[in-house]
């Protein structure tokens, strides 16, 4: 479980300060994956990985990659989102907010590999009235909006929509009542992930059984009080389908603390999770002592 949990947040961050927008994301969303960087800055976690843990390999990458160096240091949040959900979802969307300066060096940067003096990438400038994209590589279009914000994906149609959506507000989430009933959220989070149909995506995982009971899950991490709460939040169609997805992760709880006993680190951060079931939402909440998810990224990368 531990190394689970260490990997998710390594992986988030090697992918990936404002709240989440509702009125920013496209109404037609299935899946949506948003992290609140200046946040996460700000938790014992993000400074330890920021500090200890990325610093030598963002220097490495900036030269190797020089985007990264440009974004990386002012960036305040990323969500990613799309309309299939599925694994290879070619129209998602990564919505980039940092500030304008730094944007307008990232312009400066593609504008250099126009020219060829930037190496690692080609970049072609589109001619499209009102608005700079760029393509990058022949398969990845960048517009910049410059008020800061910055649009990225592999479908030009879906980045036009996105651009128009924060344009005016229109056929946005905040019209929309998809990715709710899921319960309050803690606004303490940094991570925030929610997904719509998981029932049929999850089609395609057989070992998924869970995830195959529930039509939207909601995943949130963040960091309070010493500890890295994480919160799951399932819902089902039916009062029977929650009852089957608790029974479920009650039993699968049971096998790991049987199979698992000697393990008393793990068997103690099983006592801290908690289950609540509505009539048709199952909600997953653990703690895991910051101290301890420093340490276990400490001796991943020692490893």
């Known amino acids: 479980m531990k190394i689970i949990i260490v990997g998710l947040l390594l992986s988030v961050i090697a992918t990936f300060g404002a709240p989440l927008e509702r009125k920013e994301i496209s109404a037609d969303a299935k899946w949506l994956l948003h992290l609140d960087v200046d946040a996460f800055r700000q938790t014992a976690v993000g400074k330890y990985i920021f500090s200890d843990v990325l610093d030598k390999k963002l220097n490495d990458a900036k030269k190797a990659f020089p985007l990264i160096g440009v974004l990386v240091g002012n960036v305040q949040s990323l969500t990613a989102f799309g309309n299939e959900a599925t694994r290879h979802d070619r129209n998602g969307v990564l919505l980039i907010k940092t500030d304008v300066e730094s944007e307008k060096k990232l312009e400066t940067l593609l504008q250099a590999g126009m020219a060829g003096v930037t190496q690692g990438f080609s970049v072609e400038k589109l001619d499209i009235k009102d608005v700079d994209v760029y393509k990058v590589n022949k398969d990845l279009f960048v517009q910049a909006l410059h008020n800061g914000h910055l649009l990225v994906g592999k479908s030009q149609t879906e980045l ?24 309050n959220t803690d606004h303490g989070f940094f991570l925030l992930g929610i997904a719509e149909g998981l029932g049929e995506s999850a089609k395609a995982f057989p070992q998924a059984k869970i995830l195959q009971m529930a039509e939207g899950g909601q995943l949130t991490i963040g960091e309070r009080e010493d500890k890295l709460n994480f919160r799951l939040a399932l819902k089902s169609k039916d009062q029977e389908s929650c009852n089957q997805m608790q029974q479920v992760i009650q039993g699968l709880i049971a096998l790991v603390s049987l199979t698992q006993s000697d393990n008393k680190e793990l068997n103690t951060f099983i006592q801290t999770l908690k289950i609540d079931k509505g009539e048709n939402l199952l909600k997953i909440n653990l703690s895991f002592p910051v101290s301890n998810a420093i340490k276990e990224i400490a001796d991943k990368q020692k490893g």
């Open 160 to 183: 036009n929509k996105a651009r128009e959506v924060l344009a005016t507000g229109n056929g946005s989430l905040s019209e929309s009542k998809a990715f709710t009933g899921f319960g």
